[in-house]
């Protein structure tokens, strides 16, 4: 069942919001551009680490399909970390996929992301 919560994509920090609209359209080099040079990537169990991996991420990840992007939730874990919980929808197997971007600030960047299955 999706949750949503009352926290609307405004009050998320700045950097977050900004990856997340890049990432949304695939746009690696400015998505990008809001991760610290030894950022990392964990998506479903596989790591990115480093400028040159979460770049490649960023620009290939889900390439393969064609499918929407909804915001469904967003939280404060606390001063560094936020969760963005967003509805996947496409051509892709079981064509539905609620996920949990996990993120971990630094100096206004992001250090780190977990994305993986959204858990209730």
């Given amino acids: 069942m999706t949750q949503h919560t009352d926290m609307s994509s405004e009050l998320l920090p700045a950097t977050v919001r900004e990856f997340f609209a890049a990432h ?3 746009d690696a080099d400015v998505s990008s551009s809001f991760l ?8 479903q169990d596989e790591t990115f680490r480093g ?3 979460t770049y490649a991420f960023l620009r290939d990840a889900g390439t393969e399909f064609q499918y929407t992007t909804e915001q469904i939730g967003a ?27 996990r993120f971990t600030l630094r100096d206004d960047l992001i250090a780190e992301i977990v994305i993986a299955n959204h858990t209730a």
């Fill in 36 to 43: 610290t040079e030894d950022a990392l990537i964990v998506d």
């Fill in 75 to 101: 939280h404060r874990a606390d001063d560094t970390h936020w969760v963005v919980t967003v509805r996947l929808e496409g051509n892709f197997p079981g064509g539905v996929a609620e996920l949990d971007y």
């Fill in 24 to 26: 949304v359209v695939h």
């Fill in 51 to 53: 400028r040159e991996e």
